[in-house]
């Protein structure tokens, strides 16, 4: 297997391997995008001072079904796939809120929760960088092609801008271009937690164009997916 071929993979040889777990309900980061964040929960504060104070990164979690009753608490269950993030930017308020930007570098697994005093999750990490096989398992300029067009049926908006979109994506390696489409896409959690497992491109192409299909086939009312590029958050 090759590693991903991208100068836009940030090299993490420095990393601790250690970091500070912000859980969210109903959103995966995925790497190469990015996300602005409103952090207003004291632990979280916190944990954003410590960031800033650090290495600067975050692995952004996903909430599992049924963690409403323990989200005060650090044992809310978490999906073990994770993104490592980097916050970019930062902005710290008058009431001690703050409005970071998070861009997502590399996916994660994780591998074990440290026990620690401080008042939000902490834990270690397997970083998963995207795989090719030596022998494709597709043919990757017909794999971009597709998704491409697929995307472009699909997303609301984008087919008026087509050449616009094209430009805009037609240099970026295969993972980056699953990435990128994947986040932007209106989907179960459950399923853009499976794309973010797979970080074999040829296996995760496959997925999400079959994802993409589905929705051509059922016909997604205008209006109903999710924006390119996601929305402000509000967690």
Not at 32 to 37: D, E, G, S
Not at 193 to 205: H, M, P, Q
């Amino acid at each position: 297997m090759m590693n991903e071929p991208s100068g836009l993979v940030e090299d993490l040889s420095e990393f601790s391997g250690v970091a500070p777990l912000f859980p969210l309900p109903d959103f995966v980061l995925f790497p190469q995008v990015t996300q602005p964040l409103h952090i207003f929960e004291p632990r979280y504060r916190t944990m954003i001072a410590d960031v800033l104070n650090g290495e600067r990164l975050i692995a952004i979690g996903t909430l599992k079904p049924n963690w409403d009753s323990l989200y005060v608490t650090k044992t809310a269950p978490v999906y073990p796939e994770v993104c490592l993030g980097r916050v970019m930017l930062e902005r710290e308020m008058d009431d001690g809120k703050y409005i970071i930007v998070i861009r997502g570098l590399c996916r994660a697994r994780i591998k074990a929760e440290r026990l620690t005093k401080t008042p939000y999750r902490q834990v270690e990490l397997d970083l998963k960088y995207d795989k090719y096989s030596e022998t494709p398992e597709i043919h990757r300029g017909n794999r971009r092609a597709e998704l491409l067009e697929t995307l472009i049926a699909t997303l609301p908006g984008a087919d008026g801008n087509r050449e616009t979109t094209e430009n805009a994506l037609k240099d970026l390696p295969l993972g980056v271009l699953s990435d990128l489409i994947s986040s932007s896409l209106k989907i179960p959690t459950e399923t853009m937690i499976s794309i973010l497992a797979e970080n074999n491109v040829d296996v995760r192409t496959d997925l999400l164009l079959e994802i993409l299909r589905e929705q051509q086939r059922e016909k997604q009312e205008p209006g109903s997916g999710r924006k390119f590029p996601p929305d402000f958050s509000a967690n």
